[in-house]
């Protein structure tokens, strides 16, 4: 457990005591900047364990690794603006750094920070960086801070911090019992969101960010499979180690499905592709002064590539689709993703309900899976990685 120094660290004592309580062992390692915050007999004593603070302590026993080595999880809360980029950069300029870059354990970070330090957009690259390498996202919640202002920053409670950590490490024990489980599968995927020129500077286009795309490549590349990815202005970075094929329009995303699918032995289709676009492209800028007080937009159906793929699918070839529906139940949502499954005639329809504040462009996510038949295979809820993992198990 990596404690950071921000003053939602004496929340962090009840963190360790979840988890102690739960019976895990739990060594604490608190920056310097943590203790200002909160003693360390008192962690010493929740969590029944000696802390480890100083880079210099013990080096006979090469503790700035054995930490590292001999966790099963690391959870950093509160994680501070500083620690975040910190944790980007892959700095060892302390205990805790050297912890997570000596250890393979699955990492959890809370963040917790002031709302315009989290809104800051070296804050969002720093999160986009880590996220991309698998970091496991809690919180932040909206709520009261530290001063009398509130907002969007405050670390996850206590209870949903151990929780959330707890299915993280669950998933992840899951996924190294069987971490090659995929060697030697194509998998393709298509992540982002396509956009529809209208002239040289302008498009049509939608609040897709790519992170569950990009989550599905980092694990099915972690569990051995050869993945190219399909990607359309995404927000986060693409993993490393695997052929990146950048697009734009619909029309740029079925060439390039077209012509990766016979090289692929799966096909996930996360991508949010729009389903119209203008019937015609200016050559030139659409000046207000040349349309007058309202302008009028023909729009043409896209070719549906999911359909497309699914058609010419060859025998044994898994083809899965997505549904980001705004539905006002679960009930609403089944029933407009067995219509669609219906459809697209895909092996798997994932279903997300998106809205104005879910699925897209958040961290975490909750699907519910349909087979052909309509039959609801799976249920899953956490972070974007977790839940590409629980996708990827249908394949294994
Ligand atoms: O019809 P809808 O857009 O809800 O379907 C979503 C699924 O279909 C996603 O898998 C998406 O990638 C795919 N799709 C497509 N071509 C389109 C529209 C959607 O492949 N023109």
């Known amino acids: 457990?990596?404690?950071?120094?921000?003053?939602?660290?004496?929340?962090?004592?009840?963190?360790?005591?979840?988890?102690?309580?739960?019976?895990?062992?739990?060594?604490?390692?608190?920056?310097?900047?943590?203790?200002?915050?909160?003693?360390?007999?008192?962690?010493?004593?929740?969590?029944?364990?000696?802390?480890?603070?100083?880079?210099?302590?013990?080096?006979?026993?090469?503790?700035?690794?054995?930490?590292?080595?001999?966790?099963?999880?690391?959870?950093?809360?509160?994680?501070?603006?500083?620690?975040?980029?910190?944790?980007?950069?892959?700095?060892?300029?302390?205990?805790?750094?050297?912890?997570?870059?000596?250890?393979?354990?699955?990492?959890?970070?809370?963040?917790?920070?002031?709302?315009?330090?989290?809104?800051?957009?070296?804050?969002?690259?720093?999160?986009?960086?880590?996220?991309?390498?698998?970091?496991?996202?809690?919180?932040?919640?909206?709520?009261?801070?530290?001063?009398?202002?509130?907002?969007?920053?405050?670390?996850?409670?206590?209870?949903?911090?151990?929780?959330?950590?707890?299915?993280?490490?669950?998933?992840?024990?899951?996924?190294?019992?069987?971490?090659?489980?995929?060697?030697?599968?194509?998998?393709?995927?298509?992540?982002?969101?396509?956009?529809?020129?209208?002239?040289?500077?302008?498009?049509?286009?939608?609040?897709?960010?790519?992170?569950?795309?990009?989550?599905?490549?980092?694990?099915?590349?972690?569990?051995?499979a050869t993945v190219t990815l399909i990607a359309a202005h995404l927000e986060v970075p693409a993993p490393d180690g695997i052929a990146v094929i950048n697009v734009g329009s619909a029309a740029e995303m079925l060439a390039a499905v077209e012509s990766a699918q016979p090289h692929s032995d799966v096909l996930i289709m996360a991508a949010a592709v729009a389903d119209f676009r203008p019937a015609s492209v200016s050559e030139s800028k659409i000046k207000k002064d040349s349309t007058g007080p309202s302008l009028t937009l023909e729009l043409v159906a896209n070719p549906d590539i999911l359909v497309a793929a699914a058609q010419s699918a060859r025998p044994g070839q898994v083809v899965i689709g997505f549904a980001a529906e705004t539905a006002d139940t679960e009930e609403a949502l089944l029933t407009l993703g067995r219509a669609k499954m219906m459809r697209k005639g895909c092996d798997y329809l994932v279903l997300n309900r998106v809205g104005w504040s879910e699925g897209f462009a958040t961290d975490g996510n909750t699907i519910s899976v349909l087979d052909r038949a309509g039959h609801r295979v799976l249920d899953a809820e956490g972070s974007k990685l977790s839940v590409a993992h629980e996708i990827l198990n249908l394949l294994s």
């Open 1 to 224: 457990m990596g404690i950071t120094g921000g003053i939602a660290a004496y929340k962090a004592v009840a963190v360790v005591r979840g988890f102690v309580l739960l019976g895990h062992e739990v060594q604490v390692v608190a920056t310097e900047h943590a203790l200002r915050f909160v003693g360390k007999p008192t962690l010493e004593a929740i969590s029944r364990n000696i802390v480890h603070t100083d880079l210099y302590e013990s080096v006979a026993e090469v503790r700035h690794v054995a930490l590292g080595q001999n966790a099963d999880l690391i959870v950093i809360a509160p994680a501070t603006a500083n620690s975040l980029a910190k944790l980007a950069a892959g700095l060892a300029d302390d205990l805790l750094g050297n912890t997570v870059l000596a250890s393979r354990a699955p990492v959890v970070v809370a963040p917790a920070m002031h709302t315009e330090m989290w809104d800051n957009p070296a804050t969002v690259a720093n999160m986009a960086t880590i996220s991309s390498r698998g970091v496991s996202v809690v919180g932040p919640a909206s709520g009261q801070l530290t001063g009398s202002d509130s907002g969007l920053g405050r670390m996850a409670e206590p209870e949903d911090i151990v929780a959330f950590a707890l299915r993280v490490h669950a998933a992840s024990s899951a996924v190294s019992a069987s971490s090659a489980d995929l060697a030697g599968r194509k998998i393709l995927i298509t992540a982002g969101g396509t956009r529809e020129p209208l002239d040289p500077v302008r498009f049509l286009g939608n609040r897709s960010s790519g992170k569950q795309g990009v989550a599905l490549a980092v694990a099915a590349k972690s569990r051995g």
